[in-house]
């Protein structure tokens, strides 16, 4: 049997995109609400479309912010992808009263003055620190959508351009986060969901 990857669903944003890309590397994923399923699978992807402020809130009520904090601590590898990774933060400058699930230490700032918000294109990597989820892929072009960033924290592994050096991933142990889109950026994201589904299946061998 191979890895199984839970792919979080609260019901909001283009879920599914983040799935396919699983589905088509031949990877058993499920895109599932379901805490039976999240706790059993040897990955988890936490998905995100749209403002901080609403991801939370249907994280709280659906009870997967609970379900993606007990995944991350437990040594599992997991993945946050755009919102999905700026809610691993402990807050953003988009909700300022709304606190993020605390993962990753830090805060999420707008993106710098004097470039078009959101930053809406595609995006040259640049690795700043050598990471697996990474591996050939410095220099690549990713797809990116979004108006706030993560803070420079020792926990960034690239960064991008826009008015300046802009957080584009980020890691701490088993917790893995890009702030591009990676299933919407074509064969150099496919590239990083095998790096992440190696590393799925190097935790459970």
């Given at each position: 049997?191979?890895?199984?990857?839970?792919?979080?669903?609260?019901?909001?944003?283009?879920?599914?995109s983040?799935?396919?890309?699983?589905?088509?590397?031949?990877?058993?994923?499920k895109?599932?609400?379901?805490?039976?399923?999240?706790?059993?699978?040897?990955?988890?992807?936490?998905?995100?479309?749209?403002?901080?402020?609403?991801?939370?809130?249907?994280?709280?009520?659906?009870?997967?912010?609970?379900?993606?904090?007990d995944?991350?601590?437990?040594?599992?590898?997991?993945?946050?992808?755009?919102?999905?990774m700026?809610?691993?933060?402990?807050?953003?400058?988009?909700?300022?009263?709304?606190?993020g699930?605390?993962?990753?230490n830090?805060s999420?700032?707008?993106?710098?003055?004097?470039?078009?918000?959101?930053?809406?294109?595609?995006?040259?990597?640049?690795?700043t620190?050598?990471h697996?989820?990474?591996?050939?892929?410095?220099?690549?072009?990713?797809y990116?959508?979004?108006?706030?960033?993560?803070?420079?924290?020792?926990d960034?592994?690239?960064?991008?351009?826009y008015?300046?050096?802009v957080?584009?991933?980020?890691?701490n142990?088993?917790?893995?986060?890009?702030?591009?889109h990676p299933?919407?950026?074509?064969?150099?994201?496919?590239?990083?969901?095998?790096?992440?589904?190696k590393?799925v299946?190097?935790?459970?061998?």
């Amino acid at each position: 049997m191979g890895a199984k990857v839970a792919v979080l669903d609260y019901g909001i944003g283009n879920l599914h995109s983040a799935q396919k890309g699983l589905l088509h590397l031949g990877v058993d994923a499920k895109l599932t609400s379901n805490p039976a399923e999240i706790e059993a699978a040897d990955g988890v992807v936490l998905p995100g479309v749209g403002a901080f402020g609403a991801t939370m809130n249907a994280l709280e009520q659906s009870g997967l912010g609970v379900l993606a904090v007990d995944a991350a601590a437990s040594g599992r590898p997991f993945l946050g992808i755009c919102v999905g990774m700026q809610v691993l933060y402990e807050r953003s400058e988009e909700a300022p009263d709304v606190k993020g699930l605390g993962i990753l230490n830090g805060s999420v700032r707008r993106l710098p003055a004097g470039v078009k918000h959101p930053q809406m294109q595609w995006n040259q990597l640049e690795v700043t620190s050598e990471h697996p989820l990474l591996e050939g892929l410095d220099g690549e072009w990713f797809y990116f959508v979004h108006s706030f960033a993560a803070e420079h924290t020792s926990d960034v592994i690239a960064v991008t351009d826009y008015g300046g050096p802009v957080v584009a991933a980020s890691a701490n142990d088993n917790v893995w986060a890009t702030q591009f889109h990676p299933e919407k950026s074509s064969n150099v994201g496919l590239t990083l969901v095998s790096n992440f589904v190696k590393q799925v299946e190097r935790s459970v061998a």
